[in-house]
């Protein structure tokens, strides 16, 4: 699966969902088996990311959660993000909801 790093923007309204994780940066540590990183995933961005986003890209299907600085996380334009980072899907059905 090659995911693109440019052309990815704020899903946006998404702030009151949850999910069984606890929070959505849990969520992002689950599915992309990585553990926090240090910076941004936007590109030029080293700030500390704090939340787990909402992001979508219109090459890519569904959502996706990725490690976002609060700044970041409030991009109304479209960013891209850092070479390598992991996209895991933001659908429940399909991550921590999935049935077995
Ligand atoms: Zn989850
Ligand atoms: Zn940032």
Known sequence: MS???AGWF???????RTCV???WQQHWVNFAR?????QCSV???NCRPTVGGHVVNPSVEGERIVPLCNS???LTTTFSLKG?????SANKAETCERMP
């Not at 704020?10 to 009151?16: E, F, I, P, Q, R």
């Not at 390598?84 to 895991?88: D, K, S, T």
């Open 10 to 16: 704020n899903k946006g309204g998404t702030a009151d």
């Open 3 to 5: 995911i693109p790093t």
């Open 72 to 74: 970041c996380n409030g």
């Open 21 to 23: 994780c606890g929070s």
């Open 43 to 45: 590109e030029g961005c």
């Open 84 to 88: 390598g980072i992991a996209v895991p």
């Open 34 to 38: 990585k553990p926090w990183p240090v």
